[in-house]
């Protein structure tokens, strides 16, 4: 780890977690995903009424021991009752936690155990967070639309973020980055507290950005690109 790192509050994750689950069929929600593109999971758009998904239908062979309080299917986020009970005491802003039925193929509902009511969690907040730096692992994908990829280390402070990124929501995404996800420290102690998702999360704090780092990104954001077309 670098030296003389200054922690952020903010804290970072790289999508992991999988199960057995898929989402419900049209008319229900559409499928495979309840997006009108996957653009809406990458770049936090809000859903639209008829985008929210009603229910989670169960592959074959899906076994309940794969639940637990956190699994992720592509873009969609799944929360067992107690971890979405968590989420709900933070400021989520217009983020959608919805309940969810599981189900089978023919409707039927399914067991979930311990892990009660599951909810299906849509992040659409969104902050302008990640200074992108060669050095931390990004490069640049999209110079048109401002995106970059990257897989840094699960480390503290592998990551360069914007202080300015701390006030607000405690949960959000970066449009820049397709495969991010950040969280307020307030919100990740509180999950480590209740050893929720800390396998599927990882949670890591980032470091404040210096006027080096800013001076080193490896390309520009281009915000406007990222929104809804009918927003543009």
């Known amino acids: 780890m670098r030296s003389a ?13 999988k199960t057995a689950l898929k989402l419900a069929i049209y008319p229900e929600s559409p499928s495979p995903c309840p997006y009108a593109s996957m653009d809406a999971g990458f770049f936090g758009w809000p859903l639209s009424e008829d985008q929210v998904p009603t229910r989670l239908v169960a592959a074959p062979g899906f076994d309940s021991a794969a639940l637990g309080d956190v699994r992720r299917m592509e873009w969609h986020f799944i929360f067992s009752a107690r971890a979405a009970e968590t989420l709900r005491k933070f400021d989520l802003g217009c983020s959608r936690l919805t309940p969810v039925p599981l189900v089978d193929a023919d409707g039927r509902d399914l067991p979930t155990g311990d892990f ?7 992040v659409s907040e969104r902050k302008d967070t990640l200074v992108p730096l ?6 640049g994908l999209n110079r048109t639309r401002g995106l970059v990829s990257g897989w840094p280390k699960t480390e503290p402070g592998v990551i360069s973020v914007e202080t300015e990124a701390e006030a607000g929501v405690d949960l959000w995404r970066d449009p820049m980055w397709n495969f991010g996800l950040f969280a307020s420290a307030r919100l990740v102690e509180a999950l480590k507290a209740a050893n929720i998702g800390v396998g599927e999360f990882e949670w890591m704090p980032a470091r404040r950005a210096t006027d080096e780092d800013r001076a080193n990104a490896i390309l520009e954001r ?5 929104l809804p077309l009918d927003q543009r």
Not at 134 to 139: R, V
Request: glycine fraction near 6%; charge should be positive; hydrophobic fraction near 30%.
């Open 116 to 122: 009660g009511q599951l909810h299906h969690l849509h």
């Open 222 to 226: 281009q915000n406007h690109a990222t």
């Open 134 to 139: 060669t050095a931390d692992k990004f490069k």
């Open 5 to 17: 790192v200054t922690f952020s509050t903010i804290h970072f994750s790289q999508i992991s977690g």
